[in-house]
């Protein structure tokens, strides 16, 4: 009986299709990098989702050009308007959901390269872990591009009653840092987000009144909220550069470094939303963040922090 288990198993993530859903925005040698490390998976049934926002720097005409004679079935949407991250991803997942041989849907940043196995690894596991779990968002194990011996992220945990939160694995060693098999974030990063499609049908698409960041965790307590765990598989490793289209939000240096702006605001608006009762304590932190700035007379990034605590929206 074991046996023909094993065998049903390997049937199971070799023959179901997995979707993989990439967005393109003004820099697609990142994406035609990303793209050719998906022809190298051990995992064949797979579709690749890409869309372009804006066409910036001729992308579309660059990614057309290289589809003509990529191996996998592949899509190509292209979109004038750019309406934050989880817009983007939601129109590749309405694309997906009308399609009737799509099971799992993987969301990719295209600043990422995945190895052989990133892909059976991720299936199998939810395959192992959905017989005795409600799976929700499942993620890769992020590494550095540059140095992929280093963590970027095991997924993360915020406490709400001290307004933290906290990037599991961040800069440990992949040799090093142990994590249990059932380990379960509270969120998953945006960067990988792998799932079964029946999923958006029961919390719905990506929030999109974030724009920028926030959008993945947001997400992920939606998830959670209705009986879902997420969780993070270590054999699925993704080499991630982070911020390749829109900067590293942490990098003060980073010349698009003000996008950190919408960083603040969502912290707040993501706090209202699923934790009202400590709401409060956002504008704690962010006061706190706001003296801690001018103290270092980065007044720039004091300014953002202000904007956040008394507005809703960006100020442009």
């Not at 799509?102 to 295209?110: H, P, S, V």
């Not at 890769?140 to 939160?165: A, H, T, W, Y």
């Amino acid at each position: 009986m074991l046996y023909f288990d094993k065998i049903f198993d390997k049937y199971f993530y070799y023959m179901t299709k997995v979707d993989i859903g990439l967005i393109n925005y003004k820099n697609w040698e990142d994406t035609i990098k990303c793209l050719e490390s998906i022809t190298n998976s051990d995992y064949k049934n797979i579709a690749v989702n890409i869309i372009d926002i804006q066409n910036i720097d001729d992308s579309v005409f660059e990614i057309e050009n290289y589809l003509k004679n990529y191996p996998i079935e592949n899509y190509f949407y292209k979109s004038s308007l750019n309406n934050g991250f989880a817009y983007a991803n939601n129109l590749i997942m309405r694309n997906l959901l009308s399609k009737d041989n799509t099971e799992f849907i993987w969301l990719l940043n295209n600043d990422t390269l995945i190895y052989e196995n990133t892909i059976t690894e991720l299936v199998s596991f939810f395959d192992k872990i959905s017989k005795q779990e409600k799976v929700g968002i499942l993620g890769s194990m992020l590494v550095n591009f540059e140095d992929s011996s280093v963590i970027q992220s095991l997924g993360g945990v915020f406490n709400p009653k001290i307004g933290k939160v906290q990037i599991v694995g961040k800069n440990k060693s992949v040799s090093d840092f142990k994590i249990s098999s059932d380990f379960k974030p509270d969120f998953v990063t945006g960067a990988a987000m792998f799932f079964h499609k029946s999923l958006i049908n029961d919390i719905g698409y990506m929030p999109e009144e974030y724009f920028m960041y926030y959008e993945d965790i947001d997400w992920c307590f939606s998830a959670l909220k209705k009986g879902y765990k997420n969780f993070i598989c270590v054999n699925s490793i993704v080499k991630h550069k982070q911020g390749a289209s829109t900067g590293n939000k942490y990098d003060k240096k980073s010349s698009v470094s003000h996008l950190r702006k919408y960083m603040y605001i969502n912290y707040k608006k993501f706090y209202k939303k699923h934790f009202s009762k400590y709401s409060f304590l956002a504008y704690f932190w962010l006061l706190k963040q706001f003296f801690g700035r001018l103290f270092k007379f980065n007044f720039k990034e004091a300014g953002y922090i202000l904007n956040s605590i008394f507005n809703n929206q960006v100020v442009k």
